[in-house]
């Protein structure tokens, strides 16, 4: 199990809890900071004190406050924080629930374990602790297929097209005609409509702007 863990947590009550599963589960030195500035000076001297932390527990989310930051979320300090130790464990306790940016943290930042925060979130810390410890990955049972489910969407060329140019704020019905000029088929606007559809019941959007944002998050466009 781990030895030296750093809990970065804006919420006292919450970082409590997280130091009781820790407790719980025998690992003797923990260590807290409500800032993600502070979060990354107690790693960089850690270091410099050759007594590096074994696990980052981060949120993503950090309230404002008088204090200007730095580094302005969890996603900043875990990247600044791979700069100067890319073999630190990293679970992100959060309560986001976007699938584009889950899957970023473990794609492109190699976190290595992501629990939601909800209703018995404490019994999910632990697996995810015990997972890790044995050098395995873990996201939270709900976000899994949710996660699964969107991967799984293939987007075409055309899907792409229509998409960017949503995303360049060209309105829906003027789409046809970039489409008409460029020689793009299917180029009506049913069709347009049709396929934007069923791309967004796939991934369980409702509007567009839902499938640009995912779609610019995963890279797509």
Known sequence: MFKRVLIAEDHESTSISVRKTLEDLGIPKTEYT???DDAF?????????????????????????????KLSGGLALIEAIKQIQPLVKILVFSAETNPAIIDNLFKNLCINGYVRKARHDAKDLKKALENIAQYKTYLSEDLRHSLKQKNTFEFTEYDVTIISLLSQGTPQKDIPTYLLHHKIKPASLSSLEKRLGTIKDSLEFSKNEQLVAYCKDLGII
């Open 34 to 36: 409500y800032y993600c």
């Open 41 to 69: 000076m107690h790693i960089q001297k850690s270091l410099g004190d050759d007594q590096p932390f074994d696990l980052l527990i981060t949120d993503l989310s950090f309230e404002e406050d008088h204090r200007k930051q």
